[in-house]
Every structure is written in structure tokens, then in C-alpha cells.
């Protein structure tokens, strides 16, 4: 069965370090993928897409790898802030998306 | 940007009441929106695909008598909780697609979720 694994439920930091986060997938052929910001009682808000033949991508403070070899994508905050503080979700599908169960960052002053 | 508009984003009532769910595309058009329910802590899971002018899809296991799909206008779909029970408490968040964007590849688009509480 087609599986999205964020390996840490919960990531706390201090300000200023990097934030990395996993997304590993298993029996799926995804031509890209996405990952959403979501805070408590809000919906998913979308941060990045990434093809397969993209290696990285970056956006502001953000950046995205994917490896279709390893089956995984790693999704970096750099400088963090306390704002950063959300569950992070890693989306695969092209018509229908499928969530990880994310990965919740917390961010130390 | 494109915005999609949830409404309610709280409910509380008694069980056997049904509930209905308001999403709205405010800025753009979707012949197809999502419904989603997310649990405390989970994932978010797919529960149907709204499509204007014919009948919904559901994902396997959801129920399509107890959650009643209606997409009548290309900015509107309406998600109805009937008889609900307090184990359909849950977190219920839509989504579209800016589909004037064009490929499928869009992101989607979601709105800020309804929390329902059965009694």
C-alpha cells in the first residue's frame, strides 16, 4: 500500500539554527512534490512544489530536495524564527493529494 | 491569491442533528473542490471529490448517505453531516484548484477547516 512517512512528529529549536525535516514515501511514482504550513485550527496553507527532475528549491528562507531514488524529500527552515513555529505536511498525488501525518516544529526564542 | 472561504468554523450541536458545511472559491472558479477530515494529531484524509454539476466521488470507507455532497455553482460546495454522531466530531477542511492555472501540478488551495462537536 501506497505509504507518506514524516519520520519526527515533533522538532524543537532555537532560533537562528536550521529546521530538517523528512518526508519518505513507499509504492508511489510522484511527478513532484508539495509541502503546506498548517497552525493550530487553520487549514494547510501550500509553501513549495518540487518536480522530479528538480533536485532543490528554494524559497526565501525555505529550500526542498527531492530524490526519487531514495524515495524522499527533505524540507530545510533556515534562520529560523519563533513564526516558523507549525506542523509542516509533505503532499504526494497529482490529481488527489495524500498528507503525511506532518511533523510539528517548535522554534525557542 | 486565490482564497477559499470555509463557513461555518465552529459548530457544537446535539446528535442525530445534521450539519452542513459551506466552501467557497472567492476568487477563481472549480469545477472540482476536496473534502477533507482530519482527527487531532493525524493526517489529513481525502474523504471525497466534489464535482460541479454531477455527483461526488468518495474515497473508500466513507459513508455517501452521511456525508452529502452538493456542488451546484462553479464557487460553491456544500458538505452535509446528516444524523450526526458524536464520533463524526472531527476537523473538516476543503480545498480547490485554481484550474485557470492550468496543468494539474497547481496547489491546492484550502480553506481554514470547520470544527464540529457532536453532543
Known amino acids: 500500500s501506497q505509504k507518506i512517512e514524516q519520520n519526527s512528529e515533533a522538532l524543537n529549536i532555537q532560533e537562528g539554527k536550521t529546521a530538517t525535516l523528512t518526508c519518505n514515501y513507499t509504492?508511489?511514482?510522484?511527478?513532484?512534490l508539495q509541502w503546506y504550513r498548517q497552525d493550530p485550527g487553520r487549514g494547510p496553507v501550500f509553501l513549495l512544489l518540487i518536480r522530479e527532475n528538480e533536485k532543490e528549491k528554494r524559497k526565501e528562507r525555505l529550500k526542498v530536495t527531492f530524490d526519487t531514488t531514495l524515495k524522499q524529500s527533505l524540507f530545510h527552515i533556515t534562520a529560523s524564527q519563533p513564526a516558523d513555529s507549525a506542523t509542516y505536511l509533505c503532499a504526494l498525488g497529482d490529481y488527489k493529494l495524500s498528507f503525511g501525518a506532518g511533523t510539528t516544529v517548535t522554534v525557542r526564542a | 491569491g486565490a482564497v477559499v472561504s470555509q463557513h461555518p468554523s465552529w459548530v457544537i450541536c446535539k446528535s442525530g442533528t445534521s450539519v452542513k458545511i459551506e466552501c467557497r472559491s472567492l476568487d477563481f472558479q472549480a469545477t472540482t473542490m476536496f473534502w477533507y477530515r482530519q482527527f487531532p494529531k493525524q493526517s489529513l484524509m481525502l474523504m471525497a471529490t466534489s464535482n460541479e454539476g454531477s455527483k461526488a466521488t468518495y474515497e473508500q470507507g466513507v459513508e455517501k448517505d452521511k456525508f452529502l455532497i452538493n456542488h451546484a455553482s462553479l464557487t460553491l460546495s456544500t458538505l452535509t453531516v446528516t444524523s450526526a454522531h458524536p464520533e463524526d466530531s472531527s476537523f473538516y477542511i476543503c480545498?480547490?484548484?485554481?484550474?485557470?492555472?492550468?496543468?494539474?501540478?497547481?496547489?491546492?488551495?484550502f480553506g481554514d477547516g470547520t470544527r464540529l462537536s457532536i453532543l
Open positions: 480545498s480547490a484548484r485554481d484550474e485557470q492555472q492550468g496543468a494539474s501540478n497547481q496547489p491546492q488551495h
Open positions: 509504492n508511489y511514482s510522484p511527478a513532484y
